[in-house]
């Protein structure tokens, strides 16, 4: 833990959003959007929410970019991993002369521009060991479609808690992963919506 470690956000949304295809492949498709909510406040404490939707291919990229950005709290704090730029989509676009379309979290901080986006670079071996840790079942290598968009809010609290625990200040590390465990006792026993 360094000691510039930053106060977590009052307002805080971790977003996975599980595509077909890599997001800058040809035909790429939002299959499943999760979003997990952290509001803190001085009477309540800490709550938390989650958001988990699965879409087919006939849903537009817009409307579920629209739909996102409609969910996320004023002046929240968004958290995603970083999009990663394949080789032969930069080469594509370079031999044709195009620019990269823009990324998800692109369109989403132009519909809201309120929210800090923070975008995540995280290998999956990092994320592996913060879900083993607390004991949240990931997708792994290989899954399916349909395998990762059910994961989708394990992810999205993996995300969380890894940026919780690299940086966040230890009294907040302390008090909110109480506070989250004892939510996710609860939604553990909830059935899986899809």
């Known amino acids: 833990m360094t000691d510039n470690a930053m106060r977590h956000p009052s307002a805080l949304t971790a977003l996975a959003i599980v595509r077909d295809r890599n997001e800058f492949s040809h035909r790429s498709a939002i299959r499943s959007v999760a979003m997990l909510h952290v509001v803190r406040d001085r009477e309540r404490g800490a709550r938390f929410s ?11 990229r817009a409307e579920i970019i629209e739909g996102i950005a409609e969910r996320i709290p004023q002046d929240a704090t968004l958290i995603a991993r970083a999009p990663r730029i394949l080789q032969h989509a930069l ?17 989403l901080q132009k519909l809201r521009g309120d929210c800090e986006i923070l975008p995540l670079e995280c290998r999956s071996a990092a994320l592996d060991e913060t879900s083993a840790a607390f004991m949240l079942r990931r997708a792994g290598p290989g899954s399916s479609i349909l395998a990762t968009a059910r994961r989708a809010p394990e992810e999205t609290q993996t995300l969380w ?22 939510w996710s006792a609860l939604q553990r026993a909830r059935p899986i919506p899809f």
């Open 161 to 182: 808690l890894t940026f919780l625990w690299t940086l966040c200040r230890k009294t907040d590390r302390t008090s909110l992963t109480s506070a989250w465990q004892a």
């Open 91 to 107: 080469r594509h676009h370079a031999a044709t002369g195009s620019p990269l379309p823009p990324a998800d979290l692109q369109l």
């Open 50 to 60: 989650l958001d988990h939707n699965a879409f087919d291919r006939e849903t537009s």
